[in-house]
């Protein structure tokens, strides 16, 4: 059992949010969880107030990128409980994106049990309503004063938590991006790293001047296959057969993604990974035989895409066709508030577990 400190506030701001108008990333729940590591181990678990912190100017995450992070959700069953969707998976994919930063590995254990603690504390900040949930930030960055480019010795890793309602609140349009490029195989582009989504802005903003949502991001070698959007991985779902490009090291392994494949096949349905060209997908659409396509992510849950648009063809899916994608996202739904059977072995119900101090 490992102990964590907490310092619970004495005046929560829960009373001031609007559950039934939440902006997404906005509004923090009442506690964070702070970490530290020195001296090569990790120390002082603690659960306090959420408050500002003190860094100094030359903290080596502000110069050299060194900064990692995860998105999880915790939602409320029926009864009240909070409930959790795949920690595991989680804290697995934290220290993946970790080692490919050359930076340590936080303990799955004081993982876990931070996460249940501190959705425990905040459990009145979970939004009950469905589709909405306490989005759970994990994230770690280097905090050595150090000018000079070489690993950090220190780090702080901590947990915020925040109630949210659907990161998009419309369909998205999608511009085909031809002249940037998001990650390339070897690079860091399969790592949750801060960089990735500072890359991706200047061109997200020119899509949207140009009156797109986001781009879809290309191969970095040919423009040739489909990677992701930056902030979802992608489904695109063809008259007999459902295709998501293949992770290869420059796509985010998503957890959504991941848990859309098994219910899928659960389904009996004829789910492929591989590396998907944009020119299948264009001609698929031409013969009317690719029905619709959508986005995947924590923060996304799934996002339906209502165009996406190629320097030769504009290709608009239609609300009617919309009909798997509603299904996925129906059982998604159900099952992180216990309305339908967890019948992947997803959720895992939030019990307090650690020794309280
Ligand atoms: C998530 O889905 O959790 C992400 O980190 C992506 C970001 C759009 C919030």
């Known amino acids: ?89 989680h804290i697995e994919r934290l220290n993946a994106s970790a080692r490919r930063m050359c930076m340590p590995d936080f303990p799955r254990d004081v993982f876990l049990d931070a996460i249940h603690t501190l959705v425990d504390t905040d459990r009145d900040w979970i939004p009950p309503q469905e589709g909405s949930a306490m989005y759970i930030r994990p994230f770690m960055f280097a905090t050595d004063e150090y000018i000079g480019v070489t690993a950090s010795k220190n780090y702080k890793f901590m ?19 031809r002249k940037y490029v998001r990650a390339v195989r070897g690079g860091v582009g399969e790592a949750k790293t801060c960089g990735n989504y500072a890359a991706s802005l200047l061109p997200a903003k020119l899509a949207v001047e140009e009156g797109f949502d986001q781009v879809m991001w290309m191969d970095a070698h040919e423009f040739k296959y489909i990677q992701e959007v930056g902030t979802m991985n992608l489904f695109f779902v063809f008259k007999d057969r459902i295709v998501t490009p293949a992770t290869d090291g420059a796509i985010l392994k998503g957890i959504t993604r991941m848990s859309i494949i098994d219910y899928l096949k659960g389904e009996g349905h004829d789910v492929q990974e591989y590396p998907l060209t944009i020119d299948e997908v264009k001609e698929a659409y031409k013969k009317g035989e690719l029905v619709e396509a959508f986005g995947s992510g924590t923060a996304a849950v799934i996002a339906n895409i209502s165009r996406i648009k190629d320097t030769d063809i504009d290709m608009k899916f239609d609300e009617s066709h919309w009909e798997l994608s509603k299904s996925v996202k129906a059982f998604i739904n159900g099952v992180r508030i216990g309305k339908k059977a967890d019948k992947y072995g997803w959720i895992v119900p939030v019990k307090e577990q650690v020794e309280k101090s």
């Open 1 to 89: 059992m490992n102990m964590i400190k907490i310092n619970p506030t004495n005046a929560s701001r829960l009373s001031e949010v609007d559950f039934d108008n939440i902006p997404f990333g906005k509004v923090f729940s009442d506690h964070m969880f702070t970490a530290t590591y020195e001296g090569g181990q990790w120390k002082d678990f603690t659960i306090e107030p959420t408050r500002n912190i003190n860094v100094h100017p030359a903290m080596m995450a502000l110069h050299y990128g060194q900064s990692i992070f995860e998105g999880m959700k915790a939602t409320v069953d029926q009864d009240g409980t909070p409930l959790l969707f795949r920690p595991e998976k």
């Open 159 to 177: 947990i915020l938590t925040l109630p949210v309602g659907p990161y998009y609140s419309k369909p998205v349009s999608l511009k085909v991006e």
